[in-house]
């Protein structure tokens, strides 16, 4: 299994640009999560779905949209970006809220 | 809603030293609680999980941590710490519900 595949790595971006940042997991997870990390500051949480069709806010979702049409992919669109949005995003997964979280690797992602 | 205290941001400790990582919850449901660690440029793995049953849990890498109601605590141990011990751990809460939420995370120093 591939488990939480998250691309791309790495993106610079410009003030005002677009981007998605894409997620995709492989274990027919229910809940999938997105999250940045910023430092001393733990894990924000931006958006979750509870499953296909069904999205909602997180803790900080502004400047964020996300969309779940499969199961198994969980996009996270920036639109205008902006130095805020400066950070480290991570994808997670899980089956039920009882169970632990798998994460992708990350994208780091710097707006200049 | 729930959360998580993590006290300390950043622990020093000499190489064959106990590793104590405090976690603190807030919750008025039982709560599910997990450890996770991160490497430097990597995601979170689990280190270990309590939701319900035996308080004291076992994890990977010699790492255990106990469940207190009565403290509201889930602390994280090793006996004795190793130079691989050297990374950011996050203690993590879940109700019965979609959200998983995070502490602000604890940095391990290990000395030779």
């Known amino acids: 299994n591939a488990g939480v595949t998250q691309t791309p790595k790495f993106r610079i971006l410009k003030i005002g640009q677009s981007m998605t940042l894409q997620c995709t997991q492989d274990m027919n997870h229910n809940y999938m999560y997105w999250y940045r990390q910023d430092p001393g500051m733990g894990l924000k949480l931006i958006y979750y779905s509870v499953g296909a069709g069904i999205t909602d806010k997180g803790e900080v979702p502004n400047g964020y949209n996300v969309s779940r049409s499969t199961t198994e992919d969980f996009p996270l669109r920036l639109e205008l970006a902006a130095p805020s949005q400066t950070s480290v995003y991570f994808c997670?997964?899980?089956?039920?809220?009882?169970?632990?979280?798998?994460f992708g690797q990350g994208t780091r992602l710097t707006v200049v | 809603a729930q959360s998580v205290t993590q006290l300390g941001s950043h622990v020093s400790v000499s190489e064959g030293a106990l590793v104590l990582l405090r976690c603190n919850y807030s919750s008025s449901v039982p709560p599910y609680l997990f450890w996770y660690v991160q490497y430097p440029n990597q995601g979170l793995q689990l280190l270990l999980k309590y939701t319900t049953g035996a308080t004291l849990v076992k994890g990977i890498n010699g790492f255990e941590a106990e469940f207190k109601k009565s403290e509201t605590s889930f602390h994280l141990t090793k006996p004795s710490a190793h130079m691989s011990d050297a990374a950011e751990y996050f203690c993590?809460?879940?109700?019965?519900?979609?959200?998983?939420?995070f502490g602000a995370g604890t940095t391990v120093t290990v000395r030779a």
């Open positions: 997670a997964s899980r089956l039920q809220t009882n169970t632990e979280a798998f």
């Open positions: 993590a809460v879940s109700v019965n519900d979609y959200k998983l939420s």
